[in-house]
């Protein structure tokens, strides 16, 4: 007997429960289910409508199931606020952001502390100009570019917003991890007719987080998210659909 069977003697059928994708699928899944991929966007805009707590437990209900190695399942938290907190939050981290911004920092570099490799760094710039172009905002205008970034940090209005956290002794394998989590959200998110943004910048101000929200010392601020349903007139007036690399591009056949 094995150190695991030991350990683990009872032998539980993992198969009984399983919808295996080789059962049939309803006609229209992958059109659905390219459609909430491919049409995914970066919402700034949002309805003034709340969203139903127990709409938000279904999508993080259904994005708990997102894989990651050895099941450590590493997205150790998420808190979920909304109203008044969010508010407080939001009104603190843009006065930081707007009086005392160097003094604050995140946990750890989302872009390298060096220069971007050329094509990174070509497809960044080409963000901003998709991005900066519909707002009548000139690229090299950075006070205007400082303006808008600041939104970010009223989580640009959404009615609830999300700071994941994940344990500061985890590495990149994890971190990894979650973002299949996030992407799950994403998807959920769409599935229900809301939209999503994924924000680093909320990062920054973690310690703004930690006055209001019950972090641990061993969790590190990753990322934010605002979520709620879109304002497709704002949405269509100041967005821009940012390019995609093309399959050819991103792929690579070897022994087909």
């Known amino acids: 007997m094995s150190v ?19 059962q049939e699928r309803p006609k229209d899944a992958v059109e659905i289910t390219d459609s909430l991929m491919k049409n ?55 006065a930081a952001n707007t009086d005392s911004p160097g003094a604050y920092s995140a946990e750890y570099l989302y872009y390298p502390a060096g220069p971007l490799h050329p094509d990174y760094a070509r497809r960044r710039f080409e963000f901003g100009k998709h991005f900066y172009a519909p707002l009548h905002v000139d690229h090299g205008d950075l006070k205007a ?13 959404a009615p609830v917003a999300f700071i994941f956290t994940i344990n ?17 959200i994403t998807i959920g998110a769409r599935a229900r007719g809301l939209e999503t943004i994924s924000q680093e910048a909320p990062a920054k101000y973690q310690l703004i987080l930690r006055k209001h929200l019950p972090i641990g010392d061993d969790e590190v601020v990753a990322l934010a998210m605002s979520m709620g349903y879109p304002d497709l007139e704002k949405v269509a007036q100041f967005s ?6 093309e399959v050819s591009d991103i792929v690579e056949f070897c022994g087909f």
């Open 240 to 245: 821009a659909k940012q390019p995609k690399r």
């Open 168 to 184: 500061n002794g985890l590495t990149q394998g994890s971190w990894l991890d979650v973002g299949y989590f996030l992407q799950s």
């Open 145 to 157: 570019r400082a303006r808008v970034s600041t939104r970010n940090y009223d989580f640009f209005n």
């Open 40 to 94: 995914r966007f970066s919402c700034r805009y949002y309805l003034p409508k709340p969203v139903e707590k127990k709409t938000i437990e279904d999508i993080i209900d259904a994005a708990r199931c997102a894989p990651s190695g050895n099941n450590m399942q590493p997205w150790h938290k998420v808190y979920c606020i909304t109203g008044t907190l969010k508010d407080t939050i939001a009104g603190e981290m843009v």
């Open 4 to 22: 695991f069977t030991a350990a683990y003697p009872i032998i539980i059928d993992i198969t009984s429960n399983r919808d295996s994708a080789a």
